[in-house]
């Protein structure tokens, strides 16, 4: 993948052990500034979780405590499934707010970074009995590619935590009912790009729903036919975005590298 040559490479984080990690690092501390960008945010709350190249069973997040505009590649914490930092004197992170993210990463192999926000657009759909329609373009990305669980409360017990990977299956997408949104990415880019359209298709969704008269939804098989064409070859998605989106970061603000 491309990641802006024009860029003079950051040195290693401390506790980077290799210059993929590293370069995860970037990735993953570029992901959170940008979804402050969008005010995806929720003051110090939810969570973006990347795996560390070469360290099966260990992951990076956020210090808990840091607005997602404050994070650096450096500052992002290495942990283990059960959310224990693995070096010394780490700043801390919320171990109940990684237990849904470590619950999927142990389910999934394929999730290289697990998304989970509290995004406003996204809630209000998951809100909604039949939850996310096709009635965009967008929203057929996703079509019949989303699981939902329902709200059990703030506690997440193992067994809710079975309950909820077996909501998620093998779906890049998943409705926290009352609370928010999970999405699974084989890359950082490809978490983005799909949080991205999704936030576009529950946004049209709800405009839509908010004027009067019907709304159209395309038939069925146009909907699993767009949906063939949306995804192409099957290929992670973000890899012509995500260099675009570095630019703009870089523009506005490069320490997210540091």
Request: overall charge negative; proline content about 5%.
């Amino acid at each position: 993948m491309d990641h802006h040559p024009d860029h003079a490479a950051a040195p290693l984080a401390a506790s980077a052990t290799s210059a993929a990690e590293q370069q995860v690092r970037i990735d993953l501390a570029a992901c959170y500034r940008l979804c402050a960008l969008h005010q995806w945010d929720d003051l110090v709350y939810t969570h973006i979780s990347a795996n560390v190249p070469g360290e099966p069973g260990n992951y990076l997040i956020n210090p808990f405590g840091q607005r997602f505009d404050e994070i650096r590649a450096s500052s992002l914490v290495k942990i283990d499934l059960q959310g224990r930092t693995l070096e010394p004197g780490a700043p801390r992170v919320n171990v109940t707010g990684f237990a849904i993210h470590g619950a999927v990463h142990a389910a999934r192999a394929d999730a290289a970074c697990v998304m989970h926000l509290h995004n406003s657009n996204g809630i209000a759909v998951g809100m909604q009995q039949e939850g996310l329609l096709p009635l965009s373009q967008h929203a057929l990305r996703f079509y019949r590619q989303a699981g939902y669980h329902d709200y059990e409360g703030l506690a997440l017990s193992a067994q809710e935590q079975a309950r909820l990977v077996q909501s998620l299956g093998s779906y890049p997408l998943l409705f926290l009912r009352n609370h928010g949104t999970l999405v699974c990415g084989r890359s950082i880019a490809e978490a983005f790009v799909l949080m991205h359209t999704l936030e576009r298709a529950c946004e049209f969704q709800l405009k839509a729903q908010a004027g009067k008269g019907r709304l159209f939804q395309p038939d069925e098989e146009t909907c699993r036919k767009t949906y063939v064409e949306l995804i192409g070859d099957g290929q992670p998605e973000g890899q012509l975005e995500w260099p675009a989106l570095l630019r703009k970061l870089d523009a506005i603000d490069p320490t997210y590298r540091l």
